[in-house]
């Protein structure tokens, strides 16, 4: 396997290691760079929500079609309700899907109903809480302005207008906007298919849990709600046990996936065989090592044109890394604008101490008090404490070569789910 440059390879010492290894940013571009947006396929619009567009949405309709009534009440002619009290003789009554043929005449009004296209002749309708209905006349109790409660013809969307470009997410509103565009089908990427795979003799399915000491799976159920999380279809492929062998079948099978990702066995340790198992299936090692806390060793393969993370196995280092660079991956492949996270800004509220040379994700609380964020730190920040990540609503990013960040310090905050900040009560 062709390895980069600066693979530090075993047996060096963790400063030396620290040093080859790339920071986070880099990483982030070798594996970008690497991939590319799958295929595309049509759906139907019933099937569509959360996929990409991999067309541009151009509207070739006129919406609404024609003007019509924003209220229950009745068509007029607003000259004639100048001077109010007005009485007008009622002519017609339209309902919405229907139409007159019929023009509106001085000191004339028609019962109309919102939807319900205008009348010629009408330039305004009068709401109905306005009126006092009589026999066969309307009595109008405030006057109209021409154009009042009129919804014009295209003054949601005229032909031609731009409504959403490729790589929009499709959101509820634009699924919408379709279907009033007559569409029924759209045109999306695809979503990648991505095999999931730990190794670990330790570990056991959640059902099998025992008190014998081996270790619940619970990055593979993770990573599957990640993945789902980021609107790609994960397929779990199960445990793999620490032997070359077994390891080198289990990658063999997922090759058949668009993507991989894995957990644990990326380390020096000499159960640590994802490397060369990657190697031996023809990968080129594109990456290892990334100057970060919590997750520094990943492993980054391309085998053609699968890409394959192996994420570290510590489950908050899992769980960053996806983070980090598997979820924009993922993103990249399904064709989308917006492949990172939102990054907000948040002041700290208490203070931090950490050692140069890693970008750290700090997992952290946030409260909102007068209107200003504040980060609080979510607990233990060990790689295997996997509470203070369920607690978190946010990483906090530390460059690498901050120590001493005090108290009031304005940082960076990766949001992990900002309908949580909402849920969070003040302090
Ligand atoms: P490794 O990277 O394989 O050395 O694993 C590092 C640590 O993460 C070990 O303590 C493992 O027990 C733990 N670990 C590895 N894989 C998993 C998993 N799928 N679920 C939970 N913990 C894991
Ligand atoms: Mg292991």
Not at 164 to 186: E, H, K, Y
Not at 241 to 258: I, S, V
Not at 393 to 405: C, D, R, V, Y
Request: proline fraction near 7%.
């Amino acid at each position: 396997m062709r390895e980069p440059a600066r693979e530090p390879g075993h047996g060096q010492s963790p400063q030396a290691a620290e040093r080859t290894a790339v920071e986070v940013a880099e990483a982030r571009d070798i594996m970008l760079g690497s991939l590319r947006p799958l295929g595309t396929e049509t759906v139907g619009l019933g099937h569509a929500t959360g996929r990409v567009l991999a067309e541009a949405i151009v509207s070739e309709r006129t919406i609404p079609p024609r003007d019509n009534s924003a209220m229950d009440g009745y068509a007029v002619r607003s000259d004639d309700t100048a001077r109010v009290p007005a009485t007008l003789r009622v002519v017609d009554t339209i309902p919405a899907g229907h139409a007159t043929s019929r023009a509106l005449g001085p000191n004339e009004a028609m019962r109309i109903f919102t939807g319900a296209p205008i009348p010629p002749g009408a330039d305004a309708v009068v709401m109905q809480e306005h009126t006092e209905a009589g026999d066969g006349e309307v009595l109008v109790l405030k006057a109209a302005r021409s154009g009042d409660h009129i919804r014009r013809a295209g003054s949601d969307v005229a032909p031609d207008a731009p409504i959403a470009a490729t790589g929009t997410r499709l959101r509820p509103a634009l699924i919408g906007m379709l279907a009033a565009l007559g569409r029924t089908q759209v045109r999306v990427f695809r979503r990648p298919r991505v095999a999931i795979i730990a190794t670990g003799d330790e570990l056991v399915e959640p059902d099998r849990l025992i008190d014998d000491g081996r270790i619940g799976n619970s990055n593979s159920y993770g990573l599957r709600a990640c993945i789902e999380e980021a609107g790609a279809d994960p397929i779990y492929l199960g445990i793999a046990p620490d032997r070359p062998d077994a390891l080198r079948e289990t990658f063999r099978d997922a090759l058949r996936f668009d993507a991989i990702v894995s957990t644990g066995g990326v380390s020096v340790g000499d159960h640590d065989f994802i490397k060369q198992v990657l190697a031996e299936l023809g990968g080129t090692l594109r990456l290892w090592r990334v100057r970060m806390k919590p997750g520094a060793p990943l492993a980054f393969v391309m085998v053609g044109a699968v890409p394959v993370f192996g994420l570290p196995g510590n489950p908050v280092s899992t769980l960053v890394s996806f983070e980090q660079f598997v979820r924009p991956a993922l993103l990249r492949m399904m064709g989308h604008n917006e492949i990172f996270r939102p990054v907000e800004s948040a002041i700290l509220a208490e203070d931090f101490e950490k050692a140069a040379g890693r970008m750290h994700f700090v997992r952290v609380l946030l409260r909102i008090r007068e209107g200003q964020v504040y980060a609080f730190v979510s607990g233990d920040q060990s790689s295997g404490i996997l509470l203070s990540m369920v607690q978190a609503q946010g990483l906090m990013i530390l460059p690498e070569e901050a120590t001493h960040i005090p108290a009031g310090t304005r940082v960076q905050v990766q949001m992990l789910d900002r309908s949580d900040m909402r849920r969070t009560p003040g302090f």
